[in-house]
């Protein structure tokens, strides 16, 4: 059975509309007057880190990727709950989680550890409070609305080549920070919160989650890759796969025409009635890969 | 790093009295006037089960070991999230899955699929809503307590001697239910949360978990062997033995002297004021294994 058709078929065993929360989004429910917002992600060597990445990186981007969500969600984190494989690395391992934890302020409430054999996996789940109703989806994007994006795309796919060519740390090297130790958007979510149409975050590519936000709210999503704020030093001819690379976890999310977001955010595209297709890339269907899908 | 190392080291990072959540209890936080009940576990091919076990049989174990955590605590399940380590048997999972989250009512909340190498994990997270404040925990014994247990123990031990020798199936031979498909005491523990002194699960060995109890009471547990709820074809010279045998997932709770349980349980012994040791097994300080330790 392929990934797609198992995730489907988990889908449909979770007949509650707010369990969107299978592999891209998070899950939503109404307890006590408040809506909590829980999401969990899982992170295996190979896979999602390089196999000599420092394990205090690994930690790090846990909790970040899994933050990241709950940001999208305009969520303050209450805590989390790691799934830790034993197996080596762990005093790393500890030392990054503690820097992520202390960093993004969100307590370690609980979790499991276990014998592994085979490559190290990790899971972790976040936990947040809304601190905005109704709590934002990709769902939301509106004809006429503008298609924004915070901070920058493409700097963690630049840190990862340099991570994997072993320049990290050389002298002049490219900071790999962007992929190695991620920052989750939580202030900017919370500011945007009350004021957006639709908002995600972008960890699988540009394109590939503009593309799901454009079809959950059934609209045209129109880019202009000029606009993307894509790295000054970045080759033109590399443009077009940057807006396809993951891991960057900055915010996608549409305001009214008019509309300036409360945080630093650039413009890239407009909001159009739904067409042909879900993606416009200066004005034509994007054609190739559009960023990570799972079972790739 | 050693695992009790390793879990001493993440305690530590988790200041909140409340996050006990490590390994061998489940977290609660306090939202919008509820109480939240929290718990993670992992399952690891070969250490959890038997590679040749039926995936259901896994799912199935996954969600109820969580959920047995949840009964603990006296809560009220709202929903899982699956982290998936992609791989094989993906099918007879689903079917385990659906079948368990409609046994015990509770929805599939979200949670992520991974592809993984090697030995399958897989790692779940339970949410749940405490029915009664305070919620119970392993340190509420008091000496005059009396100490019980609900069903039957060692039934599990033998269900996965029968699997492991292949007489599963076979006519005659003994149920393996009870170790494949145990079933979270829900409503005992709901039912028992507002009499109980102290509160949690068996899951690693009923001398184990007691001594657990009575470390975090602060108290000394005296348990009768005799009094033992144990498979009546169980030979008496593997009482012992089934006494430190985990996967029975019934609930051991303190109840005031005199006081009765609103379900089905056996008395098995007294709660005493702190002496030298933190249990005694039939007047003695019980020599050898007590149960499953994490690391060993």
Redesign the interface.
Known sequence: ?D?AA??A??RA????P??????D???V?A????H?V???????E???WLPAQDPADVAWKLVATNLSDLAAKGAAP??V??????GGG??RF?AG??QA?AAFDV?????????????A?H?L?A?G?ATHCPVPTRGGARPGDALWVTGTLGDAMLGFEALREGHAGKAGARDTTRFTRPVPRLAEGRALAPLVGAMMDVSDGLLLDATRMARASGVTLAIDSAACPLPPDLPVARRREALAWGDDYELLFTLPAGTLPPCPATRIGVVQPAGPVPLLLDGACPQGRLGYQ??E
């Open positions: 059975m990934e198992f995730i078929a988990l065993l979770a007949p509650d707010a369990a969107r929360g299978l592999d989004d998070v899950a429910i307890l006590g007057g408040e909590l829980l999401t969990h992600d899982m992170m295996v190979g896979v999602h209450l805590g709950l790691l799934g830790y494989g034993l762990e005093e500890l989680l503690a934890l307590p370690l409430l609980g979790g499991d550890t276990v014998r592994r054999a085979g490559p996996a899971g789940t936990l409070r799972h079972g």
